[in-house]
């Protein structure tokens, strides 16, 4: 097949891709919402899991992975050098901490321009290597945030990659997922850019030492502003294909939006709407045409969404 043959019957492919996935999103979007009653809430729903963080921040958790170079990760020296006060109060983190395998405890300190406007570090083997990464937010105090990844390297805790500062003080971003989402070798992250003034959903992929760019689609937000509750997202396989959807608001939080990454296009999968705004963490349960999804909103009250 000659080089435009084969680019021309690339496009074709990739367009019934698309036209399938459109189909497949207006064939699983009948979604039925329920309350459910406050002694069947999931515990996922308002406690978080993990231990708290010694010397850390006030409700800091300690991330923990089972095998791999690093098995723990939290934050510590508590700053209020930064005054965004993004999750409820101007408390931040100053310093990163992990524990290797082999049980040593190892420090990274941010300098006084910047810190970890985040509460809980991620762990996670990003790019396949056998070697654990954390993946952090990480804020300038005049540029405002990033997503930042740290690993060890000769010993030490060192950045491994970023993907740069928004560009301005007081602009956030808060992570939504780290999961295979295009069913090619490796993980990829996904994170929400400015999540309370028009959020954009961005994925990345990290390769090689570098955080590089994958998709990116606007109208959302994975975090009530002011709130100390991140986890307004969740992961699940919806199509029981093996390969993750992403499930968060909308950017007004009153919809629930499934988002599938197919060809490296974000496509979505369902939108849902819902009796009130999303405030507290997003459970899922089971996988395929069992998928259930709890979630709590400002109205108090919990609700679980099926498919029929």
């Given at each position: 097949?000659?080089?435009?043959?084969?680019?021309?019957?690339?496009?074709?492919m990739?367009?019934?891709?698309?036209?399938?996935?459109?189909?497949?999103t207006?064939?699983?979007?009948?979604w039925?919402?329920?309350?459910?009653?406050k002694?069947?809430?999931?515990?996922?729903?308002?406690?978080?899991?993990?231990?708290?963080?010694?010397?850390?921040?006030?409700?800091?958790?300690?991330?923990?992975?089972?095998?791999?170079?690093?098995?723990?990760?939290?934050?510590?020296?508590?700053?209020?050098?930064?005054?965004?006060?993004?999750?409820?109060?101007?408390v931040?983190?100053?310093?990163?901490h992990?524990?290797?395998?082999?049980?040593?405890?190892?420090?990274?300190?941010?300098?006084?321009?910047?810190?970890?406007?985040?509460?809980?570090?991620?762990?996670?083997?990003?790019?396949?290597?056998?070697?654990?990464?954390?993946?952090?937010i990480?804020?300038?105090?005049?540029?405002g945030?990033?997503?930042?990844?740290?690993?060890?390297?000769?010993?030490?805790?060192?950045?491994?990659?970023?993907?740069?500062?928004?560009?301005?003080?007081?602009r956030?971003l808060?992570?939504?997922?780290?999961?295979?989402?295009?069913?090619?070798?490796?993980l990829?992250?996904a994170?929400?850019?400015?999540?309370?003034?028009?959020?954009?959903?961005?994925?990345?992929?990290?390769?090689?030492?570098?955080?590089?760019?994958?998709?990116?689609?606007?109208?959302?937000?994975?975090?009530?502003?002011?709130?100390?509750?991140?986890?307004?997202?969740?992961?699940?396989?919806?199509?029981?294909?093996?390969?993750?959807?992403?499930?968060?608001?909308?950017?007004?939080?009153?919809?629930?939006?499934?988002?599938?990454?197919?060809?490296?296009?974000?496509?979505?999968?369902?939108?849902?709407?819902?009796?009130?705004?999303?405030?507290?963490?997003?459970?899922?349960?089971?996988?395929g045409?069992?998928?259930?999804?709890?979630?709590?909103?400002?109205?108090g009250?919990?609700?679980?969404?099926?498919?029929?």
């Open positions: 097949m000659t080089g435009l043959g084969w680019r021309r019957s690339t496009v074709v990739f367009a019934l891709a698309m036209c399938f996935s459109a189909f497949q207006r064939a699983a979007d009948r039925v919402v329920e309350p459910v009653d002694g069947a809430w999931p515990p996922h729903i308002l406690d978080e899991p993990g231990r708290a963080a010694a010397d850390g921040l006030p409700d800091g958790r300690v991330a923990t992975r089972v095998g791999g170079d690093i098995v723990e990760a939290w934050y510590g020296e508590p700053t209020r050098r930064y005054g965004h006060g993004i999750l409820g109060d101007a931040e983190a100053g310093s990163l992990a524990r290797t395998g082999a049980g040593d405890v190892l420090t990274l300190r941010l300098p006084k321009s910047e810190v970890f406007e985040d509460r809980t570090p991620r762990l996670a083997d990003l790019d396949g290597d056998g070697k654990v990464e954390i993946a952090t990480r804020s300038s105090t005049s540029k945030a990033s997503v930042t990844v740290y690993g060890i390297v000769d010993g030490a805790l060192t950045e491994r990659g970023t993907n740069g500062f928004i560009g301005r003080s007081n956030w808060n992570i939504a997922g780290i999961a295979d989402l295009d069913g090619r070798p490796g990829e992250m994170y929400v850019r400015t999540p309370h003034i028009g959020g954009t959903l961005f994925y990345f992929r990290y390769k090689n030492g570098a955080l590089k760019r994958v998709a990116a689609i606007d109208g959302f937000s994975n975090h009530a502003i002011g709130a100390r509750e991140m986890r307004l997202s969740a992961i699940t396989d919806l199509n029981a294909d093996r390969r993750a959807e992403l499930v968060l608001p909308s950017k007004d939080r009153s919809t629930l939006r499934i988002i599938d990454l197919v060809w490296g296009k974000p496509v979505e999968r369902a939108s849902i709407t819902l009796p009130g705004r999303i405030d507290k963490a997003i459970a899922v349960r089971g996988t045409k069992d998928t259930a999804i709890v979630v709590g909103l400002d109205n009250r919990v609700y679980q969404l099926t498919r029929q």
